[in-house]
């Protein structure tokens, strides 16, 4: 059970799945978590584990098309409004710390 | 107790106020939830001040409308314009959302009001209402044990009597479990037959919002006023809902039911033989009821726990300490962004949104997120060949009655099996209630599921109604709920309304 | 501006993707007013601030514009979704963007340069922009600023990415592959192709090869706002890659940043971790399956394509002739410049299409949107005054500057002007008095140097002061040498 637990997810893979979700984790934290999910993991090994090739994958319950609105505009936030939310705010902007990499 | 019915009709007819109503329902919530913490937050003068308005429309001649005066509660991640919208979470600390949900103005409309916004487990991720950044709710009926979740606030609310009706969200069973555990009436709609707009997401394509009532009529009345299209929700049923309180009464008489196995194995005794009770009771009604199998149910639970926290990785990335929100501050945008998460989530949050995002990954998404999709495809098509031999199907709401506080957090697996058998009805997006039963040995509420193919609402509570009728009951949770021997003094909460500013205020946690 | 790999051994193989920023009134997922010149985060609501609730529903303006560049671009339109594609970013409010994947809305088209080369497009897609970040200190720029500031009135307008196949072979053709991309788009009315203003925003995905090899690791290039540093940069980057082979050396994959001052490429900083977009299906969105009859309808609605309108022009200027490099290229800006109306409303009112041509493509483009507005009488009245010699050149490339500026018709401006035209005497005294004084270059004209032409319209032009049309002089010209040679 333990082994199939570590095959299932590394305390590695939950430090790279922590950096993709922008959340740090201590090493005692890193050490739980990868057993609590490894245990969901093993919950899920019934799933993963089924022959579903010719299954199509469902997205969504509702099977709607084409919901599309007329391209009208509507009312807007006032400046006041969107700022008021903002952690920190400069001429009508959103202020952030600087940003190291460009967008991808 | 007093109905919704009831209070709506005293009210539009003049026979009582609204302002009077809603005082005491303020009263009492001042009174109990110190002890129970249903709510984050009480607005008593916004509530006044509605319930005036609906005073003075009967005065002037005018209709409010069919939740005239009625108190209700809102799960505290549906967004209410001008009041803070937490999700239980510290990450939403200082917001408040510039827009109401399209559920809000319904129910305002319908001459609803609001008395506050209610506990849940954080993001309603859980299934105990102890995920919550401020605290646990306590379960009315034994203020020892837990609520059910995530919708837990809200059903306690209902349950306790410190709100007529109360909007709760069911992602994986959010209400019903909650519904089942607090011993009140839980609906959860057909996907898209109540919008979205507004409900702050957990996972989009489960999500869906429905009523706490303490009568099946009462959760029919709440869901007429809140059910509809809306525009501003793409995955909204374009056409209008069928009514349901007109033909409430109309019986099972040869509606066909399957009492589905994989919905009551595992359960504990009282639960079984709540089901069969119930079942024996729809027979003598004139359905004609049968047990069935629906293997694919078994796979509801672990397809749910890869589909659902990978639409929350993405529906929580928004949460980055830019825009609104807390902010935890770091030399650098990434660093920031860090900061603020790692400090701003709870843990059961921080495991679903990296449980969800390795499910994405690239490497994994094929073997979890796209065999999970592929599992919902057969949960959906076992249900639909199961229609076709019954119109409606029977089982639990939830294996046990409410389990002590404390009892399951340390194993999250525990926790998820709680919602076992309410999942299989948000994967296929189909419409499901939980209706009171009676009280086991321990005096703890139980209960069963009605479950039904989409749209099929109008026949799903008119069975509930059959169910109502012949269950032995819960009798309402009574006493006074103040501590008095100290043992539950170390639990973490908050005095509601104590905070001038409105915010919920942090326990001694 | 010569490739480097002109001649050479080495091929360069570019792929292009265009981002086009739609010109719908709203954005593609709410209804807040398409438009960012405003003043900070006021077009604004909470679907495209991503705020905690909101949902998106998608603008229909926008489908339809998508269609209209697959139908234009010869592409396949066809049922299509959206995706989440995951990425932290702080103009972006998600931190996920709307955006297709794996079923476009258009598949597999093509576009054909003005020289005939085709290039393959491979998809194009509906996505939703970002918002705009101001960086504080630093210059301006990303790099060592000391903060930034967001603005999202930007954030959810619509756009389609054009992605085109890597069948362009040198800087030349990826400038004319977006030139005539643009004049598309411009003709269709889904973009106002203003590049420089981010209306259109190209990536180059460039690689070379040994000429018949295999193709080399690719680098992709962005920040390329305009066809002069579309070229550069490709030509810059090949260049950068065959020394980086040519020294032992590989290419490494890459996204670079063009550097316009500075005239290279540099790498981008970006994490050492390569992103994973954990693309998944827009749960919030249900497919969009552009019907066969909206297809129909758009198909009907869409107007000459730049190379039908060329094809259109060049017909009737060259008149059966094989047409000039000129004609040829007066032809491809007046279409650029959406003129070619002009000119073919001119020509069908009887004026000289080559004159009409010329006038529209050397004086009319000067102020392209004044001579959109031109009416076709007065410029087709134009032409023909010049083409009369009522007109000498001069003065009707005076005239149509006026009309250009202030308005008014060519008659009333030629008269204000004081631009009579001379009558047949008067030009002829004129030119009498202009022989006179030149007798030995008289000589050689009536010998047969046809060169001297040119002079006597020059003088004739100073005694007239320019009113004298030079084709009516050279005619008087003509005509008196015949007669001198006259038995
Ligand atoms: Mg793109
Ligand atoms: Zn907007």
Redesign the pocket.
């Known amino acids: 059970m333990l082994q199939s637990m570590a095959e299932r997810i590394s305390v590695e893979q939950v430090a790279h799945v922590a950096r993709l979700s922008r959340l740090r984790l201590t090493g005692e934290e890193l050490e739980r978590f990868a057993s609590q999910m490894a245990a969901v993991l093993d919950h899920a090994a019934d799933v993963a584990s089924l022959d579903l090739e010719q299954v199509l994958p469902t997205s969504h319950p509702l099977p709607l098309v084409n919901v599309l609105r007329a391209d009208q505009p509507g009312p807007?936030l006032s400046q006041q409004e969107v700022l008021a939310a903002a952690p920190e705010a400069v001429d009508g902007r959103f202020s952030v710390p600087s940003i190291l990499a460009e967008a991808p | 107790m007093t109905t919704a019915a009831d209070i709506a009709g005293s009210v539009r007819s003049g026979q009582c106020s609204a302002v009077d109503v809603a005082t005491a329902h303020l009263d009492r919530i001042d009174q109990l939830d110190r002890s129970l913490h249903c709510f984050l937050s009480v607005d008593r003068s916004g509530a006044l001040g509605e319930a005036e308005l609906v005073d003075r429309a009967v005065a002037a001649g005018r209709d409010p409308g069919p939740l005239a005066g009625v108190p209700v509660a809102l799960k505290d991640n549906l967004c209410t314009r001008g009041t803070p919208t937490t999700c239980a979470s510290r990450i939403l600390d200082g917001w408040v959302p510039p827009y109401d949900a399209t559920v809000v103005e319904l129910l305002r409309r319908a001459g609803a009001v609001v008395v506050g916004k209610t506990n849940m487990d954080e993001f309603a991720m859980g299934s105990s209402t102890e995920h919550s950044a401020f605290g646990p709710t306590c379960n009315p009926h034994d203020p020892s044990r837990v609520p059910g979740g995530s919708s837990g606030g809200s059903a306690a609310a209902v349950a306790s009597g410190m709100a007529a009706l109360a909007l709760g969200s069911d992602t994986g069973g959010s209400i019903r479990q909650p519904a089942a555990l607090c011993g009140v009436v839980g609906l959860k709609p057909t996907y898209g037959m109540v919008s979205r707009y507004g409900l702050v997401a957990f996972a989009s394509s489960l999500d869906q919002i429905g009523p706490f009532a303490t009568s099946v009529a009462d959760a029919a009345l709440m869901l007429e006023v809140i059910a509809g299209h809306d525009p501003r929700d793409s995955t909204s049923i374009p056409s209008s809902p069928a009514a349901v309180l007109a033909r409430l009464s109309d019986g099972v008489q040869g509606v066909r039911v399957g009492v589905v196995d994989e919905l009551v194995e595992g359960a504990s005794a009282e639960v079984v033989s709540a089901v069969s009770s119930a079942a024996e009771a729809l027979a003598k009604a004139g359905a004609s009821v049968e047990s069935t199998r629906i293997p694919a149910c078994r796979l509801g639970l672990s397809a749910y726990y890869l589909l659902a926290p990978a639409e929350a990785s993405s529906n929580l990335a928004r949460y980055d300490g830019v825009r609104y929100g807390l902010r935890v501050d770091g030399p650098d945008v990434e660093a920031m962004n860090v900061a603020t998460r790692t400090a701003g989530f709870g843990d059961e949050v921080k495991r679903r949104i990296m449980l969800g995002t390795f499910a994405l990954s690239s490497g994994y998404y094929d073997a979890y997120y796209g065999q999970a999709q592929k599992a919902r495809t057969v949960v959906l098509d076992a249900f639909a060949a199961a229609y076709e031999r019954f119109d409606l199907l029977l089982g639990a709401t939830a294996p046990t009655t409410a389990f002590p506080l404390g009892d399951r957090t340390a194993d999250p697996m525990s926790m998820y099996l709680s919602d076992v058998f309410t999942i299989p009805s948000n994967l296929a997006g189909h419409p499901a209630v939980s209706v009171p039963w009676t009280t086991g040995g321990d005096g703890l509420p139980v209960a069963v599921q009605l479950l039904g193919p989409a749209l099929a609402e109008p026949l799903v509570l008119r069975a509930a109604s059959v169910v109502e009728a012949s269950a032995p009951g819960v009798p309402p949770p009574c006493g006074d709920f103040l501590p008095s021997d100290g043992t539950r003094s170390a639990l973490p909460r908050q005095a509601v309304g104590s905070g001038s500013d409105g915010l919920p205020r942090e326990g001694p946690a | 501006m010569s490739d480097v790999t002109t001649g050479s051994e080495w091929e360069v193989v570019v792929g292009l993707e265009v981002h086009v920023e739609l010109r719908t009134a709203?954005?593609l997922?709410?209804?807040?007013p398409n438009s960012f010149g405003d003043v900070p985060n006021t077009?604004?609501?909470?679907?495209?601030?991503g705020l905690p609730g909101s949902l998106p529903v998608l603008n229909s303006r926008a489908v339809e514009m998508a269609a209209t560049v697959g139908l234009a671009l010869n592409a396949r339109v066809q049922p299509s979704r959206f995706h989440r594609k995951n990425y932290f970013y702080p103009d972006m409010p998600k931190d996920y963007q709307i955006s297709q994947y794996d079923l476009p809305i258009c598949a597999a088209g093509w576009l054909d340069l003005p020289d005939g080369h085709r290039v393959g497009v491979e998809r194009a897609h509906l996505e939703e922009d970002t918002g705009k970040s101001t960086h504080l200190g630093g210059g301006g720029r990303l790099h060592g600023s000391d903060g930034s500031l967001v603005d999202y009135n930007r954030?959810?307008v619509p756009l389609v990415e054009v992605v085109s196949a890597p069948d362009i072979r040198s800087a030349e053709q990826a400038r004319s592959y977006v030139a005539e991309l643009r004049s598309i788009l411009v003709a269709t009315g889904v973009s106002d192709g203003r590049m420089e203003e981010g209306s259109l925003r190209v990536d180059a995905n460039v690689s070379v090869r040994r000429r018949g090899g295999t193709l080399g690791t690719r680098c992709e290039i962005k920040n390329l706002n305009s066809l002069r540093s579309l070229g550069r940069a490709i030509e810059h980057d090949a260049a950068r890659q065959v020394a980086v082979v040519e020294s032992g050396r590989q290419v490494s994959q890459e996204t670079r940043h063009w550097n316009e001052e500075g005239g290279h490429t540099v790498p981008l900083r970006s994490k050492e971790e390569a992103f994973d977009y954990r693309y998944f299906p827009e749960p919030d969105l249900v497919p969009v399956e552009p019907p066969g009859e909206l297809l129909d309808r758009l198909a009907s609605e869409m107007p000459p394509l730049p190379a039908e309108r060329r094809r259109r022009l060049i017909d009737l200027a060259s008149e059966g002739r094989q047409p000039s490099r000129a004609a040829e290229d007066q032809v491809a800006t007046v279409v650029d410049l959406g003129l070619d109306d002009l000119v073919l409303g001119a020509a069908s009112r009887g004026a000289s299409t080559r004159l009409a041509l010329a006038r529209a493509a050397n004086e009319a483009a000067t102020d392209p949107s004044a001579a959109r507005g031109l009416s076709v009488e007065s410029f087709a009245k134009l032409v023909s005054m010049e083409d009369s010699g009522r007109l000498s050149a001069t003065q009707a490339k005076a005239v149509l500057a006026r009309m250009l500026g202030e308005g008014g018709s060519p008659e009333q401006i030629a008269a204000s002007l004081g631009y009579e035209a001379l009558d047949p005497s008067q030009l002829s005294a004129a030119v009498e008095t202009v022989l006179a004084t030149n007798g030995a270059e008289w000589q050689r004209f009536v010998d047969g140097d046809e060169k001297v032409a040119g002079f006597f319209v020059g003088q004739v032009m100073r005694v007239t002061g320019g009113k004298a049309d030079g084709r009516a002089v050279r005619q008087v010209l003509a005509q008196r040498r015949l007669d001198s040679l006259a038995p």
């Open positions: 807007t | 709203t954005k997922f709410c209804s807040c077009n604004v609501c909470p679907v495209c601030l954030a959810g």
